[in-house]
């Protein structure tokens, strides 16, 4: 990791123990990050998950 982004983590813990729904604020951003690294993944690949393809 970079200072840039180890500085960027930190603020977002601060700003999500601050929140009163910190826990759900948490999930939600989880769930954001896991979805667009499954896209790029698939963007790479060239197919979905599961998915087959003939060029690879």
């Not at 601050?18 to 951003?29: C, R, V, W």
């Not at 954001?32 to 599961?50: E, F, I, S, W, Y």
């Amino acid at each position: 990791m970079t200072k840039s982004t180890i500085s960027e983590t930190a603020a977002l813990k601060a700003l999500l123990s601050e929140t009163a729904d910190h826990q759900i604020l948490a999930e939600m951003l989880g769930f954001v990050a896991d979805r667009l690294m499954a896209l790029d993944v698939d963007q790479l690949c060239g197919a979905q998950a599961h998915e087959r393809a003939a060029e690879r």
